[in-house]
Nanobody
């Protein structure tokens, strides 16, 4: 069974920083793409950042480029999302998601939630002005 557990959310003032963690278990980490998504109340869920841990490549949404940075500790099957220069509009529940690729030729990052196979329960980030 694949489990994704997010942590690190909280209340932070605009301009501040947070570091989110996503610990994966039961997942072929090296054969998976890991993504961060967020959903604000009344808004659709949107992709924020994704990573191919075995390769080290990342992709960010335009709205967070230069402010959010994804990284991984492959030995711990854990990915991180460092949030900096936070804005009130970043307030949302942040979800970790994973997609397993059976074939390396299809191994690709995605910011589309439809493409993800497994989801965590989310961690809330609240940014106040």
């Amino acid at each position: 069974e694949v489990q994704l557990v997010e942590s690190g959310g909280g209340l932070v003032q605009a301009g501040g920083s947070l570091r989110l963690s996503c610990a994966a278990s039961g997942l072929r980490f090296g054969e998976s793409a890991i993504g961060w998504f967020r959903q604000a109340p009344g808004k659709e869920r949107e992709g924020v950042s994704c990573m191919l841990p075995s390769v080290g490549t990342t992709q960010n949404a335009n709205s967070v480029e230069g402010r959010f940075t994804m990284s991984s500790d492959n030995a711990k099957n854990t990915v991180y999302l460092e949030l900096t220069s936070l804005k009130p509009e970043d307030t949302a529940v942040y979800y970790c998601a994973a997609r397993h690729f059976r074939w390396y030729s299809t191994y690709k990052c995605t910011l589309k939630d439809k493409g993800m196979d497994y989801w965590g329960n989310g961690t809330l980030v609240t940014v106040y002005p």
